[in-house]
């Protein structure tokens, strides 16, 4: 019954912005960590950024460090993540997965987390 849903991946420009969001259903969404993850063709699934239950701890990858901004509306079971500064190796689908909160960060690793959403497609062209 847990589903986690992306949305908001679209073809952009270098250097635009885009906001992905996440809805989660089944679960009670106070309760869990969420994190963002990539996966581009040819290449391993990464760690992007995580965020707390209760939003107060978030922890990003270096490649996106001061470009994205994770952020979470427990009120709406919705994660989102603002992307600027967009460059095309940022490429990739993006999928969010929940892992049962515990508020210890950082959560780096795919395998922590027990909820995937199917992904939404990101891609940033030159």
């Known amino acids: 019954q847990v589903q986690l849903v992306e949305s908001g991946g679209e073809l952009v420009q270098a250097g635009d912005s885009l906001r992905l969001s996440c809805a989660a259903s089944?679960?009670?969404?106070?309760?869990?960590?969420m994190g963002w993850f990539r996966q581009a063709p040819g290449k391993e699934r990464e760690f992007v950024v995580a965020i707390s239950w209760s939003g107060g701890s978030t922890d990003y990858a270096d490649s996106v460090k001061g470009r994205f901004t994770i952020s979470r509306d427990n009120a709406k079971n919705t994660v989102y993540l603002q992307m600027n500064s967009l460059k095309p190796e940022d490429t990739a689908v993006y999928y969010c997965a929940a892992a049962f909160g515990t508020a210890r960060l950082p959560l780096r690793s795919a395998y922590e987390y027990a909820y995937w959403g199917p992904g939404t497609q990101v891609t940033v062209s030159s």
């Open positions: 089944g679960l009670t969404f106070s309760n869990y960590d």
